[in-house]
């Protein structure tokens, strides 16, 4: 018997599509498992903000009975109006070890796109720029780090013989304290800081409306001109801060000022998934109190995004910026970091992380195809 690929339509159905990656990598010795309380989520269109402003499908593909790859396929009206596009994406692609699975998953997340319009498909995204993103194509060999997509080495093999292409590449870099340039760092941020007053502090945990306010204008600032950029909005921002804020640490979340205008962010977190491991997805009944132990003595943090105002750019604030989170960083206990994703041409971005001696070791890739105008329709091969 072929393999059905079919919306999900119940409740029971979406708890398979959620289920799936645990029991595709089950016992995988790279691959952590993602919080299923996140999953479920950011997956609910009637509840998650993601879907203020975009429309998804999920679909699973089933063989003999038994669930054997998923897929979404995504309408991100934001990044439509942004770049005045009709693009479609697909994410959450998960399927077994099986060619004619995974082709019928992308066929039928292309053809739901072609039925509404648009004329071109990306991904894989999870569901957008903004959140997990990317297919692993190298780096399979280390644990990736949080909010960090993993996945098998065949999955690039199954995408491009679906007729997609790359579209860009997505890079992390790995950094340790012991190979920091500390002298030309402090030349450079002691000069720009004399001369531009700028100044660099803490989150404050304890006006966080005030302070995520803050950080939603410079992100959609200082991200704007990026390749693959959606505006965020206040309700996405709010709700990922609401996740991120009982596991983070303001140490080392950063704001720049000038003048006490905020011009910049950096947002680091502790790396969790060296604690998740072991804990299956699930926080109960030993996960909570295991993640909060073990948070205190974790020694690798994960940059997540580094932004500055584009009339403070090029300024050599991103030195300063690197100086304190590094300095700061290593006197607390992070002695080792990822820098990700940074844009394969983000010139600034990639020369900041050479400056501070960090190598890229994972690469991440994002695909499109061009679509041709015709309905969608659940298929069977």
Request: net charge positive; hydrophobic share 40%; charged share 25%.
């Amino acid at each position: 018997m072929g393999t059905t690929v079919r919306p999900v339509a119940t409740g029971r159905e979406m708890k398979q599509f959620i289920d799936l990656p645990y029991r595709l990598y089950d016992r995988h010795p790279f691959w952590i498992p993602p919080l299923r309380l996140d999953q479920k989520e950011i997956l609910d269109r009637r509840k998650h903000p993601f879907y203020l402003q975009a429309e998804a499908e999920f679909f699973l593909a089933e063989r003999d009975g038994r669930v054997v790859g998923r897929i979404a396929a995504i309408d991100n009206h934001a990044y439509n109006r942004h770049y005045q596009a009709r693009t479609g994406f697909f994410g959450f692609f998960e399927t077994e070890n099986d060619a004619a699975t995974a082709t019928a998953l992308l066929e039928q997340a292309a053809a739901w796109c072609a039925a509404r319009g648009l004329d071109r498909i990306q991904g894989p995204v999870n569901p957008s720029t903004n959140y997990e993103c990317g297919l692993l194509v190298e780096g399979f060999d280390r644990h990736p780090v949080l909010m960090m997509p993993y996945n098998y080495e065949f999955y690039p093999r199954f995408i491009e013989a679906a007729g997609f292409a790359k579209a860009k590449d997505l890079l992390a870099y790995w950094m340790t304290d012991r190979e920091l340039p500390m002298a030309k760092l402090n030349a450079i941020a002691t000069k720009v800081t004399r001369k531009t007053g700028l100044t660099i502090r803490e989150l404050r945990l304890n006006r966080i409306r005030e302070e995520l306010e803050l950080v939603f204008k410079v992100y959609n600032d200082a991200w704007n001109p990026n390749w693959g950029f959606v505006p965020m909005s206040r309700e996405e921002l709010s709700a990922l801060a609401k996740n991120l804020t009982w596991v983070c640490d303001p140490r080392i979340i950063l704001l720049a000022e000038v003048e006490g205008k905020p011009v910049g962010f950096l947002l680091a977190m502790p790396e969790l998934n060296q604690v998740l491991r072991g804990t299956g997805g699930r926080l109960l009944p030993f996960g909570w109190w295991k993640l909060l132990r073990a948070r205190r003595r974790l020694s690798v943090m994960r940059v997540l995004a580094l932004g500055l105002c584009q009339d403070y750019q090029n300024m050599g604030f991103t030195a300063a910026i690197y100086r304190e989170i590094t300095t700061k960083g290593s006197s607390i206990g992070y002695h080792y970091g990822e820098i990700g994703w940074v844009l394969e041409d983000n010139l600034m971005m990639n020369r900041a992380a050479d400056m501070l001696g960090a190598r890229a070791y994972k690469r991440y890739r994002i695909y499109e195809r061009a679509l041709l105008p015709e309905a969608g329709t659940a298929r069977s091969t």
